[in-house]
């Protein structure tokens, strides 16, 4: 209650100098309503994906039947904590599956791309050509 009242006094404040808000949006606006092709289709985009570095590793999986860790490591250039971080999440959400072994006394870290991460991948490769199409006027 005290955070809507602080809210509405701030409202209130920008009022008095004459500052214009934009009108409020619903954030959950039912699921049959949402555009499915156009710039809105952005919002459609999967978050999970949509981040520079986990769409490398699902991309770059897509085209390689796996990929050790060293070898994303070494493609994508960036630090082992980064993509530890970002492959972990992809792990979380069951698009990529993570094996690990030993040959001979070195740690391997293998991924393969998931059936549920390669749909995922055509869904939101998908998308961004309806956003792409839209933006050309198409």
């Known amino acids: 209650m005290a955070r809507q009242n602080a809210l509405a006094k701030d409202r209130a404040g ?3 100098a004459g500052v214009q808000e934009p009108p409020q949006q619903s954030l959950r606006e039912p699921r049959r309503n949402r555009p499915t092709d156009g710039p809105a289709a952005a919002a459609e985009l999967d978050r999970l994906i949509h981040e520079r570095v986990r769409l490398a590793i699902v991309s770059a999986l897509a085209v390689n ?18 993509l530890s971080v970002h492959a972990r999440k992809l792990e979380e959400a069951q698009y990529v599956v993570c094996t690990k072994s030993f040959e001979g006394r070195v740690p ?3 991924y393969k791309l998931t059936a549920a991460g390669r749909r995922a991948l055509e869904r939101y490769l998908g998308h961004m050509e309806s956003v792409i199409r839209a933006a050309r006027g198409g």
């Open 65 to 82: 039947e796996s990929l050790t860790f060293n070898d994303l490591k070494q493609l994508l250039n960036t630090t082992d904590g980064n």
């Open 108 to 110: 391997r870290t293998e």
């Open 14 to 16: 920008k009022a008095k």
